[in-house]
């Protein structure tokens, strides 16, 4: 079946230690890709995104991404956490042939401790 | 202006009540959605609309009618909902049905009692 698994439920780290959150997708061909975080009770705010071109996207707020089309991940990653990092991170996929429609994985909470 | 606006923040409604959600943008995009996010989950697509004609109905209960009445604008009309229909509305819009960057509002918390 055609998905998008983010396997932490949870992450927890510690302020100014790097961050890396996982994101795989399986389908047939290679979707576009994005990274949104929502904070609690609000909306969705899009950290970075991937189309083609080069394999390593920066984005917003000191984020990155890197596609593998091997591994068919697209992991985030921040070198340095700040506590107002904490929140949901989704990562999304939109495949053409699948309607264009925005899929969501089930989401990762990042917990940053002091 | 990079906004969507989405109108009211918090609604809580009574299983007899009708109430309708609102949602704008002034980017120009064409294309606008509504979701359903409950409690610890994502996003789940509820409806698109892409040049102001609902394209995409996903199955959802005829007690969530959408309305776009022009390109800016997206509401939703709610009307004899249930407790389980409880959850934070997420309007967004994109510049066109190939979704290449979808802009989020915050939402509207919805309770219904």
């Known amino acids: 079946a055609q998905s998008v698994t983010q396997p932490d439920i949870h992450i927890t780290v510690s302020e100014g230690a790097s961050l890396e959150l996982r994101c795989n997708y399986s389908?047939?061909?290679?979707?576009?890709l994005f990274w949104y975080v929502q904070s609690p009770g609000q909306g969705l705010q899009l950290l970075l995104k991937?189309?083609?071109?080069?394999?390593l996207v920066q984005g917003i707020k000191g984020f990155e991404a890197e596609f593998k089309r091997s591994q068919s991940s697209f992991n985030l990653r921040k070198p340095s956490v700040h506590w107002s990092d904490a929140a949901e991170y989704f990562c999304?996929?939109?495949?053409?042939?699948?309607?264009?429609?925005?899929?969501f994985g089930g989401g990762t909470r990042v917990l940053v401790k002091p | 202006d990079t906004e969507v606006t989405q109108t009211p923040k918090h609604l809580v409604m009574g299983m007899t009540n009708k109430k309708s959600l609102k949602c704008e943008q002034h980017?120009?995009?064409?294309?606008m959605y509504w979701y359903k996010q409950k409690a610890k989950k994502p996003p789940e697509l509820m409806f698109v609309?892409?040049?102001?004609?609902?394209?995409i109905n996903e199955s959802v209960p005829s007690r969530f009618s959408p309305e776009c009445p022009n390109s800016s604008l997206l509401n939703l009309h709610l009307h004899a909902l249930q407790p389980e229909d409880s959850a934070l509305y997420l309007c967004?819009?994109?510049?066109?049905?190939?979704?290449?960057?979808?802009?989020f509002g915050q939402g509207t918390r919805l309770t219904v009692v």
């Open positions: 999304a996929v939109v495949l053409k042939a699948a309607g264009n429609k925005l899929t």
């Open positions: 980017m120009g995009h064409r294309a």
């Open positions: 991937y189309f083609s071109g080069d394999t």
């Open positions: 609309y892409s040049y102001e004609k609902l394209s």
């Open positions: 967004a819009s994109s510049q066109g049905w190939d979704n290449t960057e979808a802009f």
């Open positions: 389908y047939g061909a290679t979707p576009y």
